[in-house]
């Protein structure tokens, strides 16, 4: 969950303008809520008037925390004042424990860091790199694609900046000048992330040394690319390893972090030569290779079946699992009656 609290605490000491940007993928309807919650907020994404309710109920919000809708001087969005902490204690009221909030520090004002977020909204990924664009990148249901000529090495995509642990994956990834791209007007860049990628609230600050952005869209390089999968690897091989601790409590006793990682690195080759993408089915399978010993890699009608079974090898392991789990249950109860 996020730290809400240290997040408070941090932003009030400051004593600066702060604005946050809200994640509305996560949020059932976010304008309205801000709405409801009295919010001086505009939307990140441009309408072109072909966007459907749904696509604009869940898109990026940037919103005010130093004045609300009643406020006499709503309008007057460029000059920042600094944080209301009601504002703030009704904003984590809507947050919760999601991790949609990120919150940007601008001396500058509203207006200029809502100019500034709308150039982020979409970079530029290399194409000659294979990546799982998982919930960091997506396409932008209201962008156009690209056709520029020089930009045939990349491809355009939507940068997730709303999200606290897309943030906590990309912003350490990046290169000096990219990070000074990132950052444009703002002093800081401060977000609460899951336990995978911080224990505590993490932030990026402006410094006097950072060189001059370069024009035009980011564009991200290999290495950069590279640094986020790896970032991404460790994390879900974590996950997988407390999964595997507490679905198979037996057979993991005993067992060293060390000895799971060379476990799932094996699991994970095996199941990418079967097909499968998702992190769930992964887990599965790694499940699958742990109450096995392995065998049901060396099963030919197993993995024929996964792989050309019907349905996606996703859902096809899913299946196998539920048929192991219920024969090995039925072992174990056989051996309980002997």
Request: proline residues 6%; aromatic residues 6%.
């Amino acid at each position: 969950m996020a730290d809400n609290a240290s997040l408070k605490q941090i932003i009030l000491q400051a004593e600066q303008p702060v604005f946050v940007v809200l994640d509305g993928a996560q949020f059932e309807d976010l304008p309205k809520s801000l709405f409801d919650g009295d919010f001086v907020h505009k939307p990140l994404y441009l309408d072109r008037g072909n966007g459907t309710a749904d696509q604009l109920r869940t898109a990026p919000q940037l919103a005010w925390l130093d004045r609300d809708w009643h406020d006499v001087d709503k309008d007057n969005t460029g000059q920042p004042r600094p944080t209301s902490e009601l504002m703030l204690d009704r904003l984590f009221d809507l947050v919760g424990e999601r991790h949609a909030a990120v919150f940007w520090f601008c001396d500058a004002g509203g207006d200029v860091l809502f100019r500034h977020l709308r150039t982020i909204n979409m970079i530029m990924l290399p194409t000659a790199v294979a990546m799982d664009r998982g919930k960091g990148y997506e396409g932008d249901p209201l962008a156009q694609p690209s056709d520029d000529a020089q930009n045939a090495d990349h491809e355009v995509v939507l940068f997730r900046h709303a999200d606290s642990n897309v943030m906590a994956q990309v912003l350490p990834s990046l290169t000096y000048a990219h990070l000074a791209r990132v950052l444009g007007p703002a002093q800081q860049i401060l977000y609460s992330a899951d336990p995978d990628w911080s224990e505590k609230p993490m932030r990026v600050s402006r410094a006097d040394d950072m060189p001059t952005p370069p024009a035009g869209p980011l564009k991200l390089t290999v290495q950069e690319v590279g640094e986020i999968e790896a970032k991404r690897s460790l994390a879900a091989r974590h996950r997988r390893i407390s999964y595997l601790r507490e679905a198979c409590p037996a057979e993991t006793q005993g067992a060293s972090n060390e000895a799971l990682e060379e476990h799932l690195r094996i699991s994970e080759e095996t199941g990418k030569q079967l097909g499968l993408v998702s992190e769930g089915a992964h887990c599965r399978w790694a499940y699958l290779m742990v109450a096995t010993r392995g065998q049901i890699a060396a099963s030919p009608a197993v993995t024929d079946y996964i792989r050309n079974g019907g349905t996606h090898p996703d859902d096809q392991v899913g299946l196998v699992m539920k048929s192991t789990i219920a024969a090995l249950r039925q072992q174990r109860q056989l051996e309980a009656c002997l």
